[in-house]
T-cell receptor, first 114, second 114 residues
């Protein structure tokens, strides 16, 4: 199994630019999560999907952030326009739906907004 | 509200020392799961263990052991004879009741010096 695949691994952009982060979950996992990690706030859950449907986006910081899951094997997290305070590591994770199941994380996308 | 507290921000030890990482949680659930994850310098979050609240027996896996005490709401993690490769940030996590969300503690950074 290839695990959860995220791209790009590193992204450096200028303030105001659009950023799109991508995630391919593990095949057979029907829940997908986007987390953000910063020194100040630790690991924060931004949004999660069950069976491609967004269930809870209460962690999405502002309207500049949006996430989609058009099918079971692909999700995107978009920031438009980006700001320096969005600089963080963004993790995608997947699992079979159930709070008891193990969440498998991708390697993360490190975003730097100048 | 459910909460995970890792009071130790950073711990430094010398190789071969034993070290215990503390995790205290709050939940109103009568049954629940607890998790530990490791984040090595490479940045990925790696699953270590999942424990069901029904099972209070200590668990040992090689040099790693976990002590779960429901009476004190603690789920501590001990590394015996620490090695430099154990250097990482360790996170304790708890699912939020009636949701699929997993909340993480703030993490404990462990540095093992040769």
């Amino acid at each position: 199994d290839a695990g959860v695949i995220q791209s790009p691994r590193h992204e450096v952009t200028e303030m105001g630019q659009e950023v799109t982060l991508r995630c391919k979950p593990i095949s057979g996992h029907n829940s997908l999560f986007w987390y953000r990690q910063t020194m100040m706030r630790g690991l924060e859950l931004l949004i999660y999907f069950n069976n491609n449907v967004p269930i809870d986006d209460s962690g999405m910081p502002e309207d500049r952030f949006s996430a989609k899951m058009p099918n079971a094997s692909f999700s995107t997290l978009k920031i438009q326009p980006s700001e320096p305070r969005d600089s963080a590591v963004y993790f995608c994770a997947s699992r079979v739906t159930s709070g008891a199941n193990v969440l498998t994380f991708g390697a993360g996308s490190r975003l730097t907004v100048l | 509200a459910q909460k995970v507290t890792q009071a130790q921000t950073e711990i430094s030890v010398v190789e071969k020392e034993d070290v215990t990482l503390d995790c205290v949680y709050e939940t109103r659930d009568t049954t629940y799961y607890l998790f530990w994850y490791k984040q090595p310098p490479s940045g990925e979050l790696v699953f270590l263990i999942r424990r069901n609240s029904f099972d209070e027996q200590n668990e040992i896996s090689g040099r790693y052991s976990w002590n779960f005490q429901k009476s004190t709401s603690s789920f501590n993690f001990t590394i015996t004879a620490s090695q430099v490769v154990d250097s990482a940030v360790y996170f304790c996590a708890l699912p939020i009741r009636n949701t699929d969300k997993l909340i993480f503690g703030t993490g404990t950074r462990l540095q093992v010096f040769p």
